[in-house]
């Protein structure tokens, strides 16, 4: 019970005091007067009696009343000694903190305050007191010039200022439980000092870290701030732009990085304030490219990056003059070529395509297939358009019509393009126009209709014909038989001649072929100088004898009739490629440039007696030329091709040109080291054309050069054949080929594993497959083999074959090598699929042989 509760209770019982005491009197007072009245004296006592009784209990209850009020007063007077001594306790308690402390009332008077917080306003002068409202402090705060700055109250709301003689105070506010107001000032000066120190460590630390990073960036790095200075910079930025490091610290010294150009700073400047990334490219102190990217900085300021894309500047270069071919031929090839992605949108499209539609160049790319056809007409090519989308390659006629608005019959190819994971990406699109092949060939079988007419009309005039000839048939049966005898004597003897050429070519051929390949792999090992021209003085002359041993042979079966052509349809892209490898390194050897234009027209005779025709023009022309160029091309006229090969080399008379075809007539003076022909090459030529049926030309003028043509009829009925790849001529890449080797000749096997060997390959010989099988695993596969045709105990080379390839775990190129030119041995080995060189191998035509193998190999692989 406090002191106010205490009061207000002794009030009470005063009260009730006077109450009883002024009861007791009225009554007494009653009494008496009813005594003076006459009243019953016993009623009179009873009351009385029953009066003091009560007056007793009052009295009694008014004893206890005092009682409790003298233990109130006590407990009071011990309260206030209490209350003085807490209230003393309390002033001493906020006069030991070091805080300076104050509090408010309810009125926000002061009622309680330390003398620190008299000392904080003891700067200002005035006098602290209580009683003195917050208000009155703020406004003396302000008057004075106390507070410095003030801050944001944090999370917790306590505040912070900042005074005018540099130190910092943090205000802590708390209400009471009566709505009054405790304020707590905090001295934080210690903590802030602590604080920046730290900051400035940290900015320290961070900068420094930011100059390692820098330093160790592939790019050049610069910052700029808002007033033009460098801030920042690293050493790849000074190698890159070739600024010395006093210009980088030299004030203003953006300009120089700018190279002077001051419009390129304020440049900078206005849209690093805009907020715009600015890209250009300038060339470095080397001649290198250099990206410079300027990356506007939130404060003002920019920074900027220097990249070396030289190389990347290169490759883009060399991509665009790709493109440009790439673009240059395809607008010069006669067919509508594109390439559309698999949501159907156009991705290229050359010249001819867009001007079949009235289109112009380039304005298809991106646009959608329904931009050229109809609803109906893609529904039309759907069937197509889907197996293309899925991987497959479709070829189809349909009739389309142009923007010109004709109808034409079209021949179209659609061909799936795989990316690297060996999904569908889009297709390729290759458009003919076909109309005028479709026209031949309805008037074609028209004609071939009113023809049948005609031959059933002239069929009954013939049959009285034949009666006639029955009677002339009778008699020539006679001398049929008579001229079959002797043409069957007459076969029996080519025959012979054929076996007795073979034999003898193939027992001189072999010895032959094993000192080529000898002298190819001592000559490429040898490095004194002095033996390398023996070792060629050797390998020329067997070239001599190989030469006129393979002539001989020759000029004797064409002589014989036992060189019959196999007439088929083949690409001649194939073919010249083939010949462009092997002649074009010849040609470099010698000094000379070789140069060949490709051709896919499709011919229809012998590829192999063209290739020797081919082979004799481009020999002799490298042979007659002492410096400048030879030239392989085609001329097409009329349903032919002319296959030519220029020279700029010493020419031919007039009056010798038609001479050069005889056997033994040579040109003279030939080059000095060059091979000694015997004059049999063009002879063989002219022999074979007669075989062929192939028409031969050449002109010639004296000291310019010369030109040999042969004709060959062209195949219309047939679409282009695509060919491989030209075979490279690159030696490297035979580096570590597994080649299996099987020769029944130890010599040649020696001679052939030191040439390969030479080259890098990893070579295994054996003298037959049963050899072979018991020094390799076939689980391990080689990247070639090579057999000689013929090998011992009646075997051969096609057997001992099929026999590793049977047992072999994945396909394996062949290469066949034989001293057998005939044409059925040749069907045999084509058929296989097998490569075929003849005997002695040249190590030259050999090696290309066997990249291109290689190349062959690998390109499949790739694609499964």
């Excluded at 003898?504 to 072929?513: C, I, K, T």
């Excluded at 105990?793 to 096609?798: E, L, P, Q, R, T």
Aim: with cysteine; hydrophobic share 40%; aromatic share 6%.
């Amino acid at each position: 019970m406090n002191e106010a509760e205490l009061r207000a209770y002794i009030a009470q019982l005063e009260n009730d005091n006077r109450k009883l005491r002024k009861i007791n009197s009225v009554l007494v007072d009653r009494v008496e007067a009813g005594g003076c009245q006459g009243a019953n004296p016993y009623s009179a006592f009873e009351h009385s009696v029953v009066l003091a009784e009560q007056v007793r209990e009052r009295t009694e209850e008014l004893n206890l009343a005092l009682s409790e009020i003298k233990a109130s007063h006590r407990a009071l007077k011990h309260a206030n000694n209490e209350a003085a001594l807490a209230n003393q306790r309390l002033v001493d308690a906020i006069e030991s903190i070091s805080d300076a402390f104050v509090l408010f009332d309810r009125e926000r008077r002061i009622v309680l305050f330390n003398s620190n917080f008299r000392e904080v306003w003891a700067a200002t002068g005035q006098e602290i007191e209580t009683g003195v409202t917050i208000a009155d402090i703020t406004r003396l705060a302000h008057e004075s010039g106390l507070i410095d700055e003030e801050y944001p109250a944090d999370v917790s709301g306590s505040r912070v200022y900042r005074l005018c003689n540099g130190r910092w105070v943090q205000m802590s506010e708390r209400l009471t439980q009566d709505g009054g107001l405790v304020i707590l000032f905090t001295d934080i000066t210690a903590i802030k000092a602590r604080e920046t120190a730290e900051k400035e460590h940290a900015l320290a630390q961070k900068t420094k870290l930011l100059q390692n990073a820098v330093d160790n960036l592939s790019q050049g790095v610069v910052l700029v701030t808002s007033e033009g200075r460098v801030e920042l910079w690293n050493d790849r930025f000074l190698n890159l732009t070739g600024v010395s490091l006093s210009e980088v610290e030299s004030y203003p010294p953006f300009a120089a990085l700018m190279l002077g150009n001051n419009a390129i700073l304020q440049h900078a400047l206005t849209a690093a304030q805009q907020g715009k990334v600015l890209a250009s490219e300038q060339r470095g102190v080397h001649g290198q490219v250099i990206e410079v990217r300027t990356h506007p900085m939130p404060q003002g300021g920019f920074v900027n990056t220097y990249t070396d894309i030289t190389e990347r500047h290169k490759y883009a270069e060399s991509l665009r003059q790709s493109e440009q071919w790439i673009r240059l031929i395809t607008d010069n090839v006669p067919a509508l070529i594109a390439f559309l992605d698999q949501q159907l949108n156009f991705r290229f499209t050359n010249k001819v395509y867009n001007q079949w539609f009235g289109l112009e160049s380039n304005s298809l790319n991106g646009s959608n297939i329904f931009s050229i056809y109809t609803r109906e007409e893609y529904e039309r090519l759907r069937p197509y358009i889907d197996k293309a989308l899925s991987g497959q390659s479709v070829t189809f006629e349909a009739w389309q019509r142009n923007g010109l608005g004709e109808d034409r019959y079209m021949l179209k190819s659609y061909v799936a393009n795989i990316d690297a994971d060996g999904n569908p990406d889009g297709f390729f699109v290759m458009i003919r126009d076909i109309t005028e092949r479709r026209r031949s060939a309805e008037a074609l079988q028209l004609s071939h209709q009113l023809l049948e007419q005609r031959v059933e009309e002239r069929t009954s005039e013939l049959t009285a014909v034949n009666a006639k000839l029955r009677s002339e048939i009778t008699e020539r049966v006679e001398a049929e038989s008579r001229m079959r005898e002797a043409k069957q004597e007459a076969e029996q003897a080519n025959l012979s001649k054929t076996k007795f050429l073979a034999a003898v070519s193939h027992d001189l051929l072999q010895p032959l072929n094993a000192a080529r390949l000898f002298s190819g792999a001592l000559t490429e090992q040898i490095q004194d100088p002095k033996r390398f021209a023996l070792a060629q003085s050797v390998s020329n002359s067997l070239d001599d004898v190989e030469s006129l041993l393979r002539t001989l042979v020759d000029i004797s079966k064409l002589d014989a009739g036992v060189v019959t052509p196999d007439i088929i349809d083949f690409s001649l892209q194939n073919l010249m490629s083939t010949l462009a490898a092997e002649y074009e390194q010849l040609a470099s050897t010698e000094g000379l440039r070789f140069r060949w234009v490709d051709s896919r027209v499709t011919v229809r005779t012998d590829s192999q007696l063209l290739a020797r025709i081919l082979r004799n023009f481009l020999t002799n022309a490298i042979r007659y030329t002492s410096h400048g160029k030879v030239l392989l091309g085609c001329r097409h006229v009329g349903d032919d091709v002319w296959i030519e090969v220029h020279d700029t080399g010493v020419g031919i008379p007039k009056g010798q040109l038609n001479a050069i075809f005889e056997e033994f007539k040579r040109l003279q003076p030939e080059r000095p080291g060059c091979e000694r022909g015997l004059g049999l090459g063009l002879a063989i030529v002219d022999k074979i054309s007669r075989v062929l049926g192939h028409e031969i030309r050449a002109r010639s003028i004296e000291g310019l050069g010369s030109v040999f043509a042969v004709k060959v009829p062209k195949v219309k009925a047939q679409a282009p054949v695509l060919s491989g790849p030209i075979m490279p001529l690159v030696t490297e890449r035979l580096s570590g080929a597994r080649i299996w080797l099987i020769d029944n000749d130890e010599a040649i096997c020696q001679g052939m594993s030191m040439l390969l060997e030479g080259w890098g390959c990893e070579v295994t010989t054996a003298l037959s497959f049963a050899h072979l099988a018991a020094q390799v695993q076939f689980n391990e596969t080689a990247d070639i083999l090579i057999a000689d045709y013929h090998l011992d105990n009646g075997c051969n080379g096609v057997d001992a074959a099929r026999d590793v390839l049977t047992r072999a775990a994945e396909a394996i190129p062949v290469l066949m090598i034989t001293a057998n030119y005939s044409k059925e041995l040749n069907q045999e080995v084509r058929g296989l699929g097998y490569h075929l060189i003849h005997k002695p191998v040249k190590p030259l035509k050999l090696k290309t042989t066997l990249i291109h193998l290689l190349e062959s190999k690998q390109a499949v692989s790739s694609v499964e």
